[in-house]
């Protein structure tokens, strides 16, 4: 592809991770403000996003891109972050093996908008949403969205939530014939925690190496798994913020926590990768919930 | 070695191992009963360790052993863990390799015992013990006790707990001609967070692959790092569990132990060895903390 071509694609995905950063920004923003309560008597007023832009610098030393953070910490969300990340190198050479067309040639830029909720509220479900567009000597999409209810008695693929989260999910899949049977088993495989032979949710999708003929049409299915995520999970806060919880829910919620908590460092590749390759711990581990109980 | 030799060395480690986990028992017990508070609003009556035996299958479905459980929840120790194991069986190929002895004959034999308390009070530190014998085709000795004071204030090598422990630590080195200096590096380049650049706590010793010509004086080494980290812990319990702390310190503290779990979870060895091969969750994994922030 001539480079013209491909500078072009990387300025229109970063751009729209941006866009899909700042709708979430004004979703959620909206949802703090209009969500009747009840609060955790921790929180206060309606909660609004901290933005922190951050740089990386290579590990070769040379200037490695950055990004921007997001972190809201309100009285409907106790934590949420919302991040982009726009970052350019080489992979040392024991990863480059690991990535698809780095071995040729190690130099990489990778874009992307990572989004992680914790409602205070035990009823309302953690959310996690990630979209990226990572260039080697190859070019792909991945990414995906997951939903997590933090209750036992919701956390099942009966519960409405679950029924809307998927039909959102297989709703972007469809608009761009994505194979959304496809998605949603590796998004069940990829979010499965092994040493307790147990789902980390309800599911959703998950995709990667997404490289078909036709780029334009891979960034529209990316875009709407944005777009759709963000929609069916405000509709998912807005149907559960109003609910009273009891100290028990919230325990469960605690507990729960814990296998957010062991998954993300056992087994999450962006957050082990992350981590031991120096990339931005602030920004990484924003996704840990606020509070976590493992009693 | 004659089988008869392996077998009654099998059985004195496996028998000193229970006796140090009694031990600490009695101790800790000890200090729950005498220790003034304050308390946390959270704990009532004193302490006691709840015992509860587990087996373990090994990988092909044979028996595999098993272990003695113990935590305590009280109101000196949020939570504290002193558990015993006695296990064997055979080594999946995948794991054979990254195990002395094991490539040629894959059956092993380990016991153990390991400790980690959880003080409520953020003055006192945490603390962890463990030590262990393990037979492949070789057969050796690890272990070490390390400490991490949970305030920014009190985790430095200037304090008297920091130097007390380290003393501790040197004395049962010395006592067994075994290399302090050595053990003591070990333990800093072992506990190292190394996504944040910083050591998990003070540090203290960590050995292993211990196979010297005298098995007796191997023994007899391991059995004083357990015997001097019981001693010299409780004396750091006891004199840090009056001291009244803030709801400052109590965050501070919270913070601090999901570091402990970003280790635990990120870089401990036998946490994610023991995950990985269908070792027994709720012993791994009641190290972890009981409450945690990540705020």
Request: proline residues 6%; aromatic residues 12%.
């Amino acid at each position: 592809m001539a480079n013209a071509d491909i500078a072009q694609r990387k300025a229109m995905a970063a751009d729209w991770f941006a866009q899909a950063q700042q709708r979430l920004i004004d979703e959620m923003e909206r949802i703090e403000r209009d969500c009747p309560g009840p609060f955790s008597p921790e929180a206060a007023a309606p909660g609004r996003f901290e933005l922190k832009d951050w740089k990386r610098t290579n590990h070769d030393g040379a200037e490695g891109g950055g990004g921007r953070m997001a972190i809201l910490r309100g009285r409907v969300f106790e934590k949420m972050g919302a991040h982009t990340s726009v970052v350019q190198g080489t992979f040392a050479p024991e990863f480059a093996k690991q990535i698809p067309g780095a071995e040729e040639d190690p130099r990489f830029w990778a874009a992307g908008v990572s989004v992680i909720a914790h409602p205070w509220n035990p009823t309302v479900p953690t959310a996690h949403m990630n979209t990226r567009f990572v260039v080697t000597s190859k070019a792909w999409f991945g990414g995906g969205g997951d939903l997590t209810p933090v209750l036992d008695r919701r956390r099942n693929q009966e519960d409405l939530d679950s029924q809307a989260f998927h039909a959102a999910m297989r709703g972007a899949c469809e608009r761009h014939a994505a194979p959304y049977d496809k998605y949603k088993a590796w998004c069940d495989e990829y979010f499965w925690l092994k040493h307790r032979n147990e789902p980390r949710g309800i599911g959703g999708i998950f995709y990667d190496y997404l490289e078909g003929a036709d780029w334009d049409a891979d960034f529209a299915f990316t875009r709407d798994v944005g777009t759709s995520f963000t929609r069916a999970y405000a509709d998912i806060v807005a149907a559960n913020c109003a609910q009273p919880w009891s100290e028990a829910d919230r325990e469960e919620q605690l507990v729960r926590r814990g296998r957010y908590v062991e998954y993300n460092l056992l087994y999450d590749r962006g957050t082990i990768f992350g981590l031991k390759t120096g990339g931005n711990v602030d920004s990484i581990l924003s996704s840990m919930p606020p509070t976590v109980r493992w009693p």
